[in-house]
């Protein structure tokens, strides 16, 4: 009776010893038993009622994880299935199935909503017949949400750096390609400028002297976009909103482009309420209108005309500038604004851009909390968009 009694507590001492064990596991454990006549069927599997399976034990972690209580589980023994995000459920039965099938490991992560929260679990169990021809597994479950949250900041920020990787490689092919095509211009015509002076040909002189001019403004337009760009991705373009007048701010810009207009007869119209007044960095304001008009003038046709436009809104400005130019299909609407597809087209009257132009105020825009867009139909014209939000 003694011996008894001795061994009696021991085993009492070693249930005690394993409950503890399991209550302290920061992983939830279960052991699960899966009926013979269920376990490759599909829809048992599909099914929380007449479920393939129940659980005949489980940590309290196991419940802490589903949010659940052990009689759920009881009342509903596939209750598991109710739980996974739908789209993974596929994923679920298809693994339990093999699992049971070939009595190989169960391993599985996925989403499962929580009292109206997605978190994502993960599965591990080994398989163990029993006399019956039941399966028993015994496993672990995790809470892997913290985990896949970082896993996802990791491939967001790889995709940004791949991103940004692919950029300076564009930024990089602009400066090689686009500032070498007007210096060698520059420099071979100024070679012939030389040879035309020695000949006083005066007509050769003017000719060459004008390209070379023309070279020279593009040079300095795709430096000053591409410094502008630089300066603004490598966190050295202070962003310094200000209240200012629009009309007023602008007025320099339509004198910038006065002789290049009038050279193309092209009448530019502007469209302000009075006194309209927008907070948002001034220099990078001018900068967005100075490209969007120089392009509407460079794909504008002689005699055509642009309108230059802002309407006020509840809770935003709209900018506007339209032309009736030569427009832009439909494919190459949607690559404008970015650098990945960012080219030069050549204008009506065979002028040349930077390349930079748009992509630069897409990222002007942007900072100050705006969106740009276009509008366009091959012949007729485009009209480019931007909204400023109302501070």
């Not at 899966?34 to 829809?43: A, M, Q």
């Not at 099914?47 to 399976?53: I, V």
């Not at 200012?244 to 006065?258: A, G, K, Q």
């Not at 809104?313 to 030569?326: R, T």
Request: aromatic share 10%; glycine share 6%; with cysteine.
């Amino acid at each position: 009776m003694k011996k008894n009694n001795t061994c009696k507590a021991e085993l009492i001492k070693e249930q005690a010893l394993y409950s503890d064990l399991a209550a302290a596991l920061p992983a939830g454990i279960y052991r699960l038993r899966v009926f013979r006549d269920k376990s490759t069927l599909d829809e048992k599997w599909a099914n929380s009622s007449d479920s393939a399976s129940k659980i005949e034990f489980a940590n309290d972690r196991f419940y802490e994880i589903l949010q659940m209580n052990r009689s759920d589980f009881e009342i509903v023994p596939g209750i598991i299935i109710d739980l996974i995000c739908e789209e993974d459920k596929a994923s679920f039965i298809k693994k339990n199935v093999e699992a049971n099938k070939n009595l190989i490991p169960f391993s599985w992560e996925g989403r499962v909503v929580v009292h109206g929260n997605l978190n994502w679990i993960h599965f591990h169990s080994i398989p163990r017949v029993v006399e019956n021809g039941d399966i028993i597994w015994t496993g672990t479950l995790q809470d892997i949400t913290e985990r896949k949250k970082e896993e996802l900041e990791i491939i967001l920020k790889n995709e940004e750096l791949h991103k940004l990787n692919n950029e300076r490689a564009k930024f990089l092919s602009i400066i090689a390609h686009d500032l070498k095509t007007p210096f060698n211009s520059i420099i071979s015509f100024s070679e012939f400028l030389l040879s035309e002076i020695e000949k006083q040909n005066v007509e050769k002189i003017e000719y060459y002297g004008r390209i070379i001019l023309e070279s020279s403004t593009r040079a300095m337009d795709l430096l000053k976009n591409l410094m502008e760009w630089a300066q603004l991705h490598t966190g050295r373009l202070l962003f310094n909103p200000q209240l200012f007048d629009i009309e007023s701010s602008l007025e320099e810009t339509f004198l910038l482009f006065e002789n290049v207009a009038k050279e193309k007869s092209i009448v530019i119209k502007k469209i302000f309420p009075p006194h309209l007044k927008v907070f948002a960095d001034k220099a990078m304001f001018i900068t967005i209108f100075r490209n969007l008009i120089s392009n509407a003038i460079k794909f504008t046709h002689n005699g055509g005309e642009i309108i230059v436009s802002a309407q006020e809104h509840e809770n935003s400005f709209l900018f506007c500038v339209q032309d009736n130019g030569i427009g832009i299909s439909q494919k190459r609407i949607q690559e404008i604004f970015h650098l990945d597809y960012g080219c030069s087209t050549k204008g009506t009257n065979n002028e040349k851009g930077t390349g930079m132009g748009l992509i630069l105020c897409k990222d002007f825009v942007e900072t100050n909390q705006g969106t740009i867009w276009a509008e366009s139909k091959l012949g007729r014209g485009s009209t480019f968009y931007f909204t400023l939000p109302k501070i």
